[in-house]
């Protein structure tokens, strides 16, 4: 099948015309391709310009080193992902239980991965629904969490007023129709409830030292990369509002070491650790500019 691209013309999220390419970064996951990054004047937003569409992108996602789709283990960078999503997996649900004041409930996990999230608060007792597009993760759900993960296209499917919280875990900026998603997301989402929004912070100090090498442009898996500014713009436009932002303490060193393997050079897993922490200590001072930003949205 012949791959058709997305050229954009106009700004993904607010539609302006005043747009520029800030960089070039490459596919370091499975393709090699090189793909430019551009931003829009107005709302800060950067995309990833001359993406595949949704029809031709699932190639990009076939990689054994795709974390949340293989449970893959296999050296430093990603040993240190499944240490950190089990420490962080107590952690949404607090954040969760916290913004809400639910005890339990109804939640819809998007993007849900192998369904770690989804097992754990079922096993605290919440109804909760995973979607998931990539066969083979629903598959490890299944196999690893006993999670029975649904396929994404049932999204549009659900009737209005139906979950207590929605989560998505670093699952926007892979959206194609980002703001048909945020139309329904705002119809399925109760009454009081919240939706949890998560994604890296391209304005972040580990952003800036690894520049096109920051492994959180993960192009073109990577369809947009957000700035604080951005999601205020865009949840305006779809008249959400913004409850908290919240740190996401433990990406920078993530990102940071992973970007260091992408550099091609010697593995320098030091230098990725104190880049992480002086990413950290930036976002100690101002949030908006750690590596990754939780938005805690209501109608």
């Not at 595949?52 to 293989?70: E, K, M, R, T, W």
């Not at 029975?148 to 919280?165: C, K, M, T, Y």
């Not at 096109?212 to 442009?217: E, I, K, Q, R």
């Not at 409850?243 to 091609?264: G, N, Q």
Request: proline residues 4%; contains cysteine.
């Amino acid at each position: 099948m012949e791959e058709k691209i997305i050229t954009y013309s106009t700004c993904p999220v607010c539609g302006s015309t005043e747009l520029d390419k800030a960089l070039s970064a490459s596919d370091h996951l499975v393709s090699g391709k090189e793909f430019e990054i551009w931003q829009c004047g107005q709302c800060a937003l950067r995309f990833t310009q001359n993406v595949p569409d949704l029809a031709s992108i699932g190639p990009y996602y076939q990689s054994d080193n795709y974390i949340s789709h293989s449970e893959t283990s296999k050296g430093i960078v990603n040993r240190l992902y499944h240490f950190v999503r089990t420490l962080t997996l107590s952690d949404k649900r607090r954040l969760i239980l916290s913004a809400t004041q639910l005890v339990n409930g109804k939640m819809l996990d998007i993007g849900a991965g192998t369904g770690a999230f989804v097992h754990h608060m079922q096993s605290k007792g919440w109804l909760a629904t995973g979607l998931e597009p990539d066969e083979a993760a629903r598959r490890n759900a299944l196999n690893v969490h006993k999670v029975d993960l649904l396929p994404s296209e049932l999204f549009f499917q659900f009737p209005p007023d139906s979950f207590d919280v929605i989560t998505m875990w670093h699952v926007l900026e892979h959206v194609h129709d980002l703001h048909d998603y945020m139309e329904q997301l705002k119809k399925i989402l109760k009454p009081g409830g919240r939706i949890f929004i998560a994604v890296p912070n391209y304005q972040s100090y580990d952003a800036w030292f690894y520049k096109s090498f920051w492994a959180a442009y993960d192009v073109p898996r990577h369809l947009y990369h957000f700035s604080p500014e951005t999601i205020f713009q865009l949840l305006n436009k779809h008249k959400l509002h913004l409850h908290a932002t919240r740190p996401m303490w433990y990406d920078s060193f993530y990102i940071s070491l992973l970007s260091e393997k992408y550099k091609k050079q010697k593995k320098n897993s030091i230098r990725g650790f104190f880049v992480g922490l002086i990413s950290n200590m930036k976002a100690f001072i101002d949030k908006e500019h750690c590596s990754s930003l939780i938005y805690v949205i209501g109608k």
